[in-house]
């Protein structure tokens, strides 16, 4: 059972070059650590410091948006897509 996961452009070169990544299924937790243990580089990029993700990341799973990021333990299906989104911001 897999979930596909969609990287932004700007994180691509972390994960060498992909624009997607299969995983299986589960938590969104341990989907976005299957694929900090594949990719390292990525961690810091989407994780500050301990497991919280950065404020100007954004989750959404099958175009729904994850309010609450704070909890990351939430169910993904098999055949879910979830985006990854960065939020730029400046002046």
Known sequence: MTVEVSIP???ER???NKK????EAGTLSE?????VLKYPGIKNKIFSDGNSLKSNINIFINNKIIEDKSNLNI???DRDKILLLVTIAGG
């Open 14 to 16: 972390y994960i060498k």
């Open 9 to 11: 452009f700007l994180f």
């Open 20 to 23: 997607m990544i299969e995983s």
């Open 31 to 35: 989907i976005l650590g299957s694929i």
């Open 75 to 77: 169910k993904v299906k």
